[in-house]
């Protein structure tokens, strides 16, 4: 029942910006932590950026300074800011979320399809 959208990828030169948004959708009870993933050709899926419930952020040390996470509680989306691109920032873009749906009391990871992130040098 739960779904999670992104959106905001595209082409861009090297220095430039980008914002992905990511909502989440369906029958859902709340929300604990909200992230981003990416993922580039043969390399493993990591971490980008979270934001807890209360606003508090984690960035992996490549981005820190230049992206970006926030999150509207309403809404139920997060959003990653993506300022002074670089080559190596190319890859795709996973939304992911733990939240827990109106039908369970459990908690679960949920993601999205990826969205497509490329920067040219």
């Known amino acids: 029942q739960v779904q999670l959208v992104e959106s905001g990828g595209g082409l861009v030169q090297a220095g430039g910006s980008l914002r992905l948004s990511c909502a989440a959708s369906?029958?859902?009870?709340?929300?604990?932590?909200m992230g981003w993933y990416r993922q580039a050709p043969g390399k493993q899926r990591e971490l980008v950026a979270t934001?807890?419930?209360?606003?508090?952020?984690n960035y992996t040390d490549s981005v820190k300074g230049r992206f970006t996470i926030s999150r509207d509680n309403v809404k139920n989306s997060v959003y990653l800011q993506m300022n002074s691109l670089k080559p190596e920032d190319t890859a795709v873009y996973y939304c992911?979320?733990?939240?827990?749906?109106?039908?369970?009391?459990?908690?679960?990871?949920?993601w999205g399809q990826g969205t497509q992130v490329t920067v040219s040098s």
């Open positions: 992911n979320a733990n939240l827990r749906s109106r039908s369970s009391f459990n908690t679960y990871a949920y």
């Open positions: 369906g029958s859902i009870f709340s929300i604990n932590v």
């Open positions: 934001v807890a419930s209360g606003g508090l952020t």
